[in-house]
């Protein structure tokens, strides 16, 4: 296809991908005359596009994506996971008679053949969502009350899914977010060396090393059995939370690829780890990157608003180290990726990934030196 006739081009994309998605999007069960296409968003791992269709006089939109195949190796069972989840989801929301249910939650537009991906021609994966109106994402939160709407809405998540009937969800990525397994990796980066950037990386290296031991609490937890697994999201970042353009509040929790067993402390771990920062996970000015305590009060406020009534105590004792832990773990990734030559997050400029993990550095030093603010925080809101 000429590109200039080509909806989905972008002069930003691999040209092949904008040739592959306008292939993929008629394998869908879309009804009506497509006008156009483009590119969407800015996730690090999947490729987003929004296509819009004429059905019958009415303007509607889709959201495709090709699928990581390289980080999400099974791509028909991360799919899996998430039309059971989604459909749960569906089921309670009508049940309850919410109204406006399709911007509340993910809908799955399976293929003609009515699976819920489609293949391009290269070998790709594809999944198509209807494509939510009037909702935005943020990169950072604006105000304590936005801080206390994205808490409820992933407290409302972990509650609307405990008690999806079994089996057991796939394991879309085993071992997410297990610190020992991720600093073993870490470890084999380091000595391998193999873009040549270790030398580069000392005082992050020594960072992650002092604070292993500390960051393996909750995993250990976790197989100890001390905490329950629950069925969580595991990438609550707070840009996988779509916002209501109209009020501000948390709408649609999207990004399912990782919705799979883990604790409900990585998914509060997460929130706490974008949400209480005043900089984007990238900033290079270290001074602009700071844990704030109100937004931090806010988030516990409206996430314990949905959870208090299923957390156990033993849960309740990790809130305070959720964020921290979660925060290391991805300083140990970006680290990670930095080492092992940006193969994993997309990157945009040249150290890309050792800029994210110094912030993250710079965000764990902020809340450790507000430590005891976190704890009173806690204490106030989940008791002792
Ligand atoms: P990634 O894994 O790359 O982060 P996401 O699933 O988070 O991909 O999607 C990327 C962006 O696309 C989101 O931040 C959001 O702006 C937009 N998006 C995704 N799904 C939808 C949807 N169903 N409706 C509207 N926008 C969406
Ligand atoms: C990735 O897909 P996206 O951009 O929402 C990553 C998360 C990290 C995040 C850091 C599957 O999330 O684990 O927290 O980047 N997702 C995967 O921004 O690795
Ligand atoms: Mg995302």
Redesign the pocket.
């Known amino acids: 296809m000429d590109k200039r006739q080509n909806p989905f081009h972008n002069e930003n994309m691999n040209p092949s991908l904008d040739h592959t998605a306008a292939e993929v999007v008629n394998q869908f069960a879309i009804y009506g005359e497509f006008e156009g296409a483009s590119s969407?968003?800015?996730?690090?791992?999947?490729d987003?596009f929004q296509s819009r269709w004429n059905q019958a006089g009415i303007r509607i939109r889709y959201?495709h994506?090709r699928i990581n195949h390289t980080v999400f190796i099974h791509p028909d069972q991360v799919m899996e996971n998430i039309q059971r989840v989604t459909a749960h989801i569906a089921r309670k929301l009508r049940a309850a008679g919410e109204k406006d249910w399709t911007r509340r939650t993910?809908t799955v537009i399976p293929s003609r053949d009515g699976k819920p991906w489609a293949r391009d021609s290269q070998g790709g994966w594809w999944r198509t969502?209807?494509?939510?109106e009037r909702?935005?994402?943020m990169e950072l939160a604006s105000s304590p009350r936005e801080a206390r709407f994205l808490g409820a809405s992933i407290g409302n998540f972990q509650k609307q899914l405990a008690d999806l009937p079994p089996p057991r969800l796939h394991d879309s990525i085993p071992d997410f977010h297990n610190m020992e397994k991720r600093y073993r990796r870490f470890y084999e980066a380091l000595s391998r060396d193999s873009a040549g950037r270790a030398g580069k990386a000392e005082a992050e290296t020594a960072f992650m090393k002092e604070n292993e031991e500390r960051g393996a609490i909750l995993i250990r937890a976790l197989r100890e059995g001390k905490i329950p697994e629950r069925i969580t999201h595991n990438d609550t970042k707070m840009?996988?939370i779509?916002v209501d353009d109209g009020d501000s509040r948390a709408l649609c929790v999207?990004?399912l690829?990782t919705v799979m067993p883990g604790t409900s402390l990585f998914d509060l771990g997460d929130l706490i780890r974008t949400v209480t920062t005043r900089a984007e996970e990238d900033e290079r000015d270290l001074a602009r990157v700071c844990f704030d305590p109100a937004y931090f009060k806010a988030l516990l406020e409206g996430y314990l608003s949905e959870a208090l009534e299923f957390l156990t105590d033993t849960e309740k004792t990790f809130l305070a180290e959720s964020g921290r832990n979660i925060t290391q773990i991805m300083a140990l990734r970006f680290l990670t990726d930095y080492l092992e030559g940006d193969r994993y997050y997309h990157v945009s400029r040249k150290g890309h990934n050792l800029d994210r993990c110094r912030n993250q550095i710079a965000l764990i030093r902020s809340m450790d030196a507000q430590w005891e603010k976190v704890l009173g925080i806690i204490r106030s809101l989940a008791g002792p």
């Open positions: 969407f968003g800015s996730g690090h791992i999947n987003t959201t994506q993910l969502y209807l494509f939510i909702a935005h994402t840009n996988n779509l999207i990004d690829d």
